[in-house]
């Protein structure tokens, strides 16, 4: 079987970026009990991330570097986080927030202040975590998976779904511990590729 590495059973999952396409097949599958930090944020830069991790958050949504970008739709402001360059898409409603004040900063701040919480929670009391990240070339996961292996108390492993111009979805061996990862077509990454993440959560479950 490929991608054995990854089979089991896990106390949590979290993604960790770069869309919100990890947390959305984990939740496909029912695989995903309760919401990380990463989940509904665009994080395209890795190694800023893994200096996030490192720095248990700090300095993550600092008000003095949130930048009102643009308006998605009648109900959703982009605002972007120039420190970490991560982008909030869902967060910041209009009812409360517009390009000259963010008016409901304060509740975004409370809801990631409990997920950063429980995120290190689970870091400290999980026998077995499996963190997921789309797009990550090997140097940054080589650093990002040192980075887990210090903060995690327990067993973790880290897949990696890269998104190629390839027909089929393959394994790639980087001979990182606890790192599997895998190629997916990158033609359509929303919907087309759900039976491969099927093959990859096959034999994950949740304990």
Known sequence: MRFQQ???EYDATFSLGHLCLASMQLQKFKLRPFSGVLDWVGSPNLGNINQLISHDFQDFLNF?????VKYLSPTD???WDSYYDIGFNHDFKTDLNSLQQLGGYDLVKEKYDRRIARFNN???TSK???FIRTEGNIEEIEALQ?????????DFELLV??????QTMSEQFWNIPNVTVAEMPND????GNDAHWAELFDGVSLG
């Open 6 to 8: 990854i089979k089991g």
């Open 161 to 166: 779904v890269n998104h190629k111009p390839v």
């Open 64 to 68: 003095q570097h949130l930048q009102p």
């Open 188 to 191: 359509e990454i929303w919907d």
């Open 122 to 124: 689970k870091l400290k």
């Open 77 to 79: 402001l982009y605002v």
């Open 146 to 154: 040192q980075i887990l292996a210090q903060k995690c108390s327990g």
């Open 128 to 130: 077995r975590i499996l």
